[in-house]
């Protein structure tokens, strides 16, 4: 990427700079410091100055293990140097990240296709107003997308250096390089995603999955004395053992706290991110998911409990299935409304409506809504940290905010569309595997979420930048 980067210097400054004035302008007019924000920023500074990984309640420090220590390590580090508080500092170091993601990409791209592809990689990552949007805002995002696109970045460069020619006669030539750094940093990058959010093991899975298909490709090989490229199988699976290493590793410490101070073997974070005193309110979050479909409900109706008002007007007609059916929902609201509590009796309630209505309409409940789910994360136009009207096919939003709706959503169809096409030119060659199978699991996962926000898939867009970017790879 360095020689690239030293032939297209101009190229790669021009972006670099547009990239950095989209992403300064986005940090100056619409920084995003949210409730989830400022809930880092107080584990981050009770950390800091008071050495307790906690919440304040009340006054007291109180420990957590409701957040993952990735993303508060990282606050901590900025405040102890910039000063507790400073988001703006938090933010300019977001957008170095995300200018390091933009060149990760065009590396993926040089080293899977060509120069010129890479050259349309950055373009397109540089110039993405979601990655932009994210590094203006005090979230997991864009530290989330950077090591994901490191790890992927470091595996292709591991593959390079680890597939081999086989001749004739069956010897691997090329083979006597070890590519052990390589791996390894693969596997903490991905173990730096897992450490921001528990939902980068998916990253992992892909990777894992990916390299058991080379190592029977390479057995399968071996059994039959093929020529053309393959893979030692012992090297592929000291890779995977050097990746799983590397992965799990940075969980070791935060596992033994868990156990020391709170007595509990968690090595991740709880499901619902509620510590030991709050309530998991399993039946209520299986309710929401036998009918939301989209972020929309999520604002209204899922972020709403517990503290404040449910409205069942803001229910979509799928959440019934009769007439009686919505009337034992509105008592259920009713009930919750009263003092915002969400209760053990009343969360049995809700699990039991739940139940009726998964047996009612069981293909709906694990088929379709997922499927809905999928569709609104990937085609929503990603303005959730604007105020724009989250319901902007009603067109009744302010009439400025309303094309920054309709513009986005232009854009990131532009950009599935480009991805998929993408991926049907370069199906065939080698390495897009893994890709395509971060895309197909994370997707999976994320329709099985009672809260279907956009932002979950920006930590594909690294793999769908890449795939992209074959359709400006020419064969020489």
């Known amino acids: 990427m360095r020689e690239l980067a030293g032939k297209k210097a101009r190229f790669f400054l021009a972006a670099s700079l547009a990239a950095l004035a989209l992403r300064l302008l986005l940090v100056l007019r619409f920084p995003g410091v949210v409730d989830d924000s400022k809930f880092y920023a107080d584990i981050a500074e009770n950390w800091l100055h008071h050495g307790v990984y906690g919440i304040t309640n009340s006054g007291v ?79 997991t995002e864009t530290l989330e997308i950077f090591f994901t696109a490191l790890a992927l970045d470091l ?3 591991s593959l390079e250096i680890c597939g081999a020619d086989v001749d004739a ?24 995603t897992i450490l ?23 057995l399968r090989a071996r059994a039959q004395r093929n020529t053309g490229r393959s893979f030692v199988p012992r090297k592929i699976f000291w890779a995977a053992v050097l990746v ?24 991740l974070a709880p499901r619902y991110a509620t510590d030991s005193d709050e309530i998991a309110m399993p039946g209520f979050n299986r309710w929401v998911k036998t009918w939301i479909a989209d972020y929309v409900s ?27 059916q919505k009337t034992r929902t509105a008592e259920l609201l009713a009930d919750y409304n009263a003092d915002h509590e969400m209760t053990l009796p009343l969360d049995a309630r809700f699990a039991a409506l739940a139940a009726e209505r998964v047996h009612h309409a069981p293909i709906r409940y694990y088929i379709w809504l997922p499927a809905l789910r999928i569709l609104d994360m990937w085609l929503r136009p990603r303005t959730e940290m604007f105020p724009s009207d989250p319901r902007w096919w009603e067109f009744n939003d302010d009439g400025r905010w309303l094309a920054v709706s309709l513009s986005f959503g232009a854009i990131n169809l532009f950009y599935v569309v480009i991805c998929a096409a993408g991926l049907g030119r370069a199906h065939a060659i080698f390495g897009i595997g893994v890709l395509f199978l971060f895309l197909l699991l994370r997707s999976l996962f994320l329709g099985t979420l009672e809260n279907p926000e956009p932002r979950y898939t920006l930590e594909c867009f690294p793999a769908a930048i890449v795939l992209a970017s074959a359709l400006f790879h020419r064969d020489a």
């Open 61 to 139: 420090i109180v420990p957590t293990v409701s957040r993952l220590p990735g993303y508060p390590a990282f606050l901590a580090a900025i405040f102890a140097i910039f000063g507790t508080g400073n988001f703006r500092a938090v933010l300019l170091v977001q957008v170095l990240f995300d200018l390091g993601t933009c060149f990760l990409i065009a590396d993926m791209a040089r080293r899977l296709f060509s120069a010129r592809a890479a050259q349309a990689a950055f373009l397109m990552a540089a110039l993405c107003p979601f990655l932009a949007n994210y590094a203006a805002s005090v979230l």
């Open 155 to 157: 595996l292709f460069g």
């Open 169 to 192: 006669t069956g010897t691997h030539v090329r083979s006597n390089i070890q590519p052990n750094m390589l791996w390894l940093g693969c596997g903490l990058s991905v173990g730096a």
């Open 196 to 218: 921001l959010r528990p939902d980068g093991g998916i990253l992992l899975a892909a990777i894992g999955g990916y390299l058991l298909w080379l190592l029977v490709l390479g």
């Open 244 to 267: 799983a290493a590397g992965a799990i590793t940075p969980l070791v410490p935060w596992t033994l706290r868990n156990l020391h101070t709170l007595h509990r073997f968690e090595p």
């Open 298 to 324: 999520v604002q209204e109706i899922y972020w709403a409990v517990p503290g404040s008002d449910m409205d069942v007007t803001r229910l979509p007609r799928r959440a019934f299935d009769s007439e009686e």
